[in-house]
């Protein structure tokens, strides 16, 4: 601390200027310069995540620069260069664009009028909201809503979309859930089947809202709380403990618990996954799971290892949708070279190309009426929660 004290004469900052120089030769001149570039980054990232906090606050309540610039206590000039310094664009070219992204989002999911959302938005009428719209996406707000408005009646997905928000969403909006949760296929092994300690294995009494365990002791409810994902949705969460695990002879088989085992229980998300379970392990099921990994995992197969595009070169949000959008041009031409020069001789090849589309029209027959089954079970799911 005594080099930190404001010397009083020649002599005392003569020493200070000695203490100081000791400390730097323990260092190289490289050291020094990584760790000022790091408190400089620590810095400049800590300012820039106050600097949105506020920006962010700005958005809706659609304040001009002048105001901005006054609530974060900058003059206006000051403000639009460190504005500029984050986010490469101007502010009114900027909040112009965050606008636009909202509206976008508004079109494809809330039933409102283009009157409705351009007035929403901040935007003076609608002939100008029409314009801006176009010039950023290419479309009238009318032909955005169309094309992209269109939802599919089913979604396939690997285990990492199966979670509870998603499948309410799906559900709530009628779409058929081909998605795969968490211990999809372990369940379905025989190790798991035959583990009678397993909290999936356990006898449910739902008229009592009792779990019995395999020395046919009762876990009984004790509470329910509301766990809170990062995305702010709320899920229902049951807690059961079991009523006497002291001298229970299996204990040690059933849990690693010093007192009674206890086991938490999403019920809404077991009644989802018993849905999605009869989906998958149906013939439509599982024709879809054959074919999701083939269609996705083989294009970025081909760019990342093939291609060896494994890295963005670009930085911002911008431009690495502007290099990806080149990257994923790239493929499609490859592919459409591919079949121009795989295409076979029509004069030919008549008598195959007549199996083939009689072929397919049987399999697109047998799809449509697997697809119905399936929607069929949505249906039906959903009536059992209405009337519960």
């Not at 990584?34 to 300012?47: F, P």
């Not at 085992?261 to 019920?267: A, F, G, L």
């Not at 074919?291 to 970025?300: L, N, Q, S, T, W």
Request: positive net charge.
């Amino acid at each position: 601390m005594s080099i930190m004290k404001k010397p009083n004469n020649r002599e005392e900052l003569f020493r200070t200027e000695i203490s100081i120089l000791s400390l730097f030769d323990q260092t190289t001149r490289q050291e020094r310069i990584v760790s000022a570039r790091c408190v400089n980054r620590c810095n400049i990232s800590h300012r820039k995540s106050l600097f949105e906090k506020r920006i962010t606050e700005f958005i809706e309540k659609n304040y001009t620069i002048s105001e901005m610039a006054k609530l974060c206590n900058m003059s206006v000039t000051a403000f639009k260069k460190r504005f500029a310094e984050y986010y490469e664009l101007p502010p009114h070219r900027w909040f112009v664009k965050q606008h636009l992204h909202r509206a976008a989002e508004l079109l494809l999911s809330e039933d409102l009028s283009i009157k409705e959302i351009s007035h929403k938005c901040h935007f003076t009428n609608q002939s100008q909201f029409a314009n801006r719209f176009r010039r950023e996406y290419g479309l009238t707000p009318k032909q955005y809503q169309e094309r992209y408005g269109i939802k599919s009646r089913k979604v396939v997905a690997d285990a990492g979309y199966g979670s509870e928000q998603n499948c309410n969403y799906m559900l709530e909006n009628e779409i058929v859930p081909y998605v795969k949760y968490n211990y999809f296929h372990k369940e379905r092994k025989r190790k798991f089947k035959d583990n009678p300690y397993l909290q999936q294995n356990l006898t449910y009494d739902k008229d009592r809202d009792v779990f019995v365990c395999p020395n046919n002791k009762e876990l009984i409810h004790t509470e329910t709380y509301t766990r809170t994902t990062e995305l702010g949705y709320e899920s229902k969460v049951d807690r059961y403990v079991c009523e006497d695990c002291s001298n229970c002879p299996l204990k040690n088989e059933c849990t690693k618990a010093k007192g009674n085992r206890e086991i938490e229980v999403n019920h809404t998300l077991n009644d989802y996954k018993r849905l999605v379970r009869e989906l998958l392990t149906s013939e439509r099921g599982v024709y879809h799971r054959y074919k999701r990994p083939i269609e996705p995992e083989a294009v970025f197969g081909q760019i990342k290892d093939a291609h060896h595009f494994r890295r963005f070169h670009l930085r911002s949000m911008s431009k690495v949708n502007i290099e990806f959008g080149l990257v994923a041009m790239a493929h499609n031409l490859r592919q459409l070279a591919k079949l121009i020069t795989d295409r076979p001789n029509n004069g030919n090849n008549n008598n195959n190309n007549n199996s083939k589309t009689n072929i397919n029209n049987h399999r697109a027959n047998r799809a449509s009426k697997a697809n119905m089954r399936n929607i069929d079970t949505v249906n039906l799911y959903l009536a059992q929660i209405s009337a519960a």
